[in-house]
């Protein structure tokens, strides 16, 4: 007996000491930041001199700050808008390359291409070229006799350039929704088939419904990065989010308070509400999912 008691302790050791660098890694560079804002949140802090207790201040400070409320409104547009427009793109390419497409891991990749690039400076910046007063898009449309503008400069239309550069990227999303539609069994099909289901009824009544566990998947994973969208508008808009804060994302407007007016316990006050309403949206899908998402049995989730 204590021969097996001394083989477990030893066995667990050695998980732990594997465990160690992950651990490590943890508690240096996740955990504590954590805690360290967190305090920060509550202090003035220049960076430059110790953090002087504040309280609640840095919180009440948002509610009277406008381009706080600004970075509010243009985040929301960019995550109602982009969120679902992309996943729609993503759906339709996926259901278009199901039907038995030859050479389709040659579309699959050439679609997923955008996903791994589009988030990159070099893709922005060539997005904000093409949207410029004299880009290829205005080009495009001189050929049909309409008058270009500069798309990214002015505030009406800057956010949906930025919009469509997210839609844009649905090559992951399209994979995952790829994989899902090759789970639902053809025989389900041909039955709906003989039954005399047209092609929007069976998309309806079997193929949505099927697929609502990785449309709930995809509706998380989308929802959490849109809100943390930060790249694409920092470079379009050279760091300043206009025109007119049209393109001053929330994550921008936390950078500039951080980075730029050296604001850090605001800074942090701010990553903070970004948790929380982060935390409270993904809840809100999850509780949600319930009267939606369907599985394999046939029941809801």
């Known amino acids: 007996m204590n021969k097996r008691r001394n083989k477990g302790s030893g ?31 509550f202090t003035h802090y220049n960076l430059l001199s110790p953090p002087q207790w504040a309280g609640f201040q840095n919180y009440i400070d948002m509610f009277h700050d406008s381009d706080y409320w600004d970075s509010v409104r243009v985040t929301l547009t960019y995550v109602f808008i982009g969120v679902p427009v992309q996943m729609v793109a993503a759906l339709l390419v ?30 922005a910046l060539l997005w904000k070229n093409l949207f410029g007063m004299d880009g290829a898009i205005n080009d495009v449309l001189a050929v049909f006799g309409i008058q270009g503008r500069g798309w990214v400069a002015h505030p009406d239309y800057a956010l949906y350039t930025l919009i469509l550069l997210a839609a844009w990227q649905f090559g992951a999303s399209m994979v995952i929704f790829l ?6 069994p053809a025989e389900i099909y041909e039955a709906a088939s003989v039954d005399g289901a047209s092609r929007f009824r069976q998309f309806a009544s079997i ?3 099927l697929l609502t566990p990785v449309i709930f998947f995809n509706l998380v994973i989308e929802l959490i990065k849109s809100i943390q969208a930060f790249t694409s508008a920092f470079i379009v808009s050279g760091g300043t989010g206009g025109p007119v804060n049209s393109t001053l994302f929330y994550t921008m407007l936390l950078y500039k308070k951080g ?43």
Do not use: H
Not at 117 to 122: N, Q, W
Not at 274 to 301: H, N, P, Q
């Open 207 to 209: 193929t949505t419904p």
């Open 179 to 184: 994989a899902g539609l090759k789970q639902i």
């Open 94 to 123: 996926a259901v278009l390359l199901n039907k038995g497409l030859r050479g389709l891991g040659i579309y699959r990749t050439v679609y997923y291409i955008p996903s791994l690039l589009g988030g990159s400076v070099a893709i």
């Open 11 to 41: 066995s667990g050791l050695i998980a732990y000491m594997f465990l160690l660098p992950w651990l490590i890694g943890f508690f240096t560079f996740v955990l504590g930041p954590m805690i360290s804002s967190l305090y920060l949140s």
């Open 259 to 301: 980075f730029t007016f050296f604001e850090m316990g605001y800074a942090s006050a701010m990553a903070w509400v970004l948790v929380i309403v982060l935390g409270a949206m993904t809840a809100f899908v999850f509780f949600t999912s319930k009267y939606w998402v369907y599985y394999e049995d046939g029941g809801r989730s």
